[in-house]
């Protein structure tokens, strides 16, 4: 076994504190990789917290994941030591379902594993998560990751990054088509640089003007405020996708009303239940609501090497791996343009 640091939660009421623990030598087709960078996850407060009631403690938070391979198993074929790689959202799952076999892991009908605050295929053994100074995992759970990227922004792809790209993909989202982006934050700005690759004129819809400018910084073509009536209406049946990144309940409606005949709008953030849906404004004119969650591998390195292609990160603020708890205050007070990653180089002996 090989003897790990991290910081870990050992109750829902406790700061994160130093941690020490396991994982497993790397069998024939692991990688183990040393973990730089981890990015920090509003899911990662929501999990540490309690706040979803599935939580498990000791718990070490963390599956936005970047790192160095330092040593693989003898079937590996993808990777060699000294690559760059990445690890996301999950570790492992059933691999022989429907969802498994079209590369949907994500969906898996067996039994995902979760990289953290989840089990291993033995549904025993917990897993833990990117707060920690290593990782092992089967290499078809690993990406990887291009040196032409800053290595330390990439982190946040593994979560928000293919969270967005993952229903733009599936939808084919592309040039010609007008796609509103509803909400600039960790999921929403790389909503908006996604689509503006893939060629969409794109509108950062929010309630806040300053936002708005910023959203242009990052590719937006025109801001729409939600909060100005007018200006919606002005707007109403004329998108062909949106991509709503709200993480919290909210008035679906007035969104709904912005798309145009066969439009679809997608929910990625929001976990919790939803206003009700008015079903008229859905059966006129012939309106989709969907959801969508992460990506498959297969996917996910496809996403790695779109960034590669054009050049695209997260807008990132990094932290030492001594102040998480005082990050997770400012991650709950939504004090960060646009994500927390945290250098591992800062863990503490």
């Known amino acids: 076994m090989i003897d790990v640091r991290g910081f870990a939660a050992k109750s829902a009421t406790t700061s994160l504190v130093p941690f020490t623990f396991q994982r497993r030598e790397p069998g024939e087709h692991d990688v183990r990789i040393e973990i730089l960078y981890s990015g920090v996850c509003h899911s990662d407060l929501h999990q540490a917290k309690g706040d979803w009631g599935n939580s498990v403690f000791p718990m070490v938070p963390g599956h936005e994941i970047v790192g160095r391979v330092v040593s693989v198993g ?6 060699k030591v000294g690559d760059f790689a990445g690890v ?48 092992v995992t089967e290499e ?7 040196e032409k990227l800053d290595l330390k922004a990439t982190a946040p792809l593994l979560c928000a990054g293919i969270t967005t790209y993952s229903p733009l993909r599936h939808w084919k989202v592309g040039k010609g088509q007008k796609v509103g982006v509803i909400g600039l934050g960790g999921l929403g700005h ?38 100005d009536a007018d200006a919606m209406a002005a707007q109403g049946a ?25 439009g679809t709008m997608v929910l990625v953030g929001a976990l919790t ?4 849906v008015v079903g008229g404004s859905l059966m006129l004119p012939r309106r989709t609501i969907a959801g969508s969650a992460i990506g498959g591998m297969a996917e996910t390195q496809e996403m790695m090497d779109f960034c590669a292609e054009h050049n695209i990160v997260s807008d990132i603020e990094v932290v030492d791996m001594a102040s998480i708890n005082e990050t997770y205050v400012r991650l709950a007070k939504n004090d960060v343009r646009y994500r927390f990653v945290i250098d591992m180089a800062t863990m503490p002996a």
């Open 238 to 262: 004329s998108f062909d996708f949106l991509l709503n990144t709200v993480p919290v309940s909210h008035d679906i409606n007035p969104y709904t009303n912005l798309l145009k005949l066969d």
């Open 273 to 276: 239940p939803l206003d009700g």
């Open 190 to 227: 790389m909503g908006v640089k996604f689509a503006k690759a893939l060629g969409a004129h794109v509108t950062m819809i929010t309630t806040s003007a300053s936002k708005g400018e910023d959203a242009k910084r990052l590719g937006a073509d025109a801001v729409l405020l939600s909060t």
């Open 140 to 146: 078809r759970f690993v990406v990887k990751i291009s």
């Open 74 to 79: 003898s079937a590996v074929k993808k990777f």
């Open 88 to 135: 996301g959202c999950m570790v492992d799952s059933c691999r022989t379902c429907e969802s498994c076999k079209q590369d949907l892991e994500q969906y898996c009908l067996t039994h995902t594993s979760f990289t953290y605050n989840g089990t291993e295929q033995d549904k025993t053994t917990p897993t833990q998560g990117g707060y920690s100074t290593e990782i």
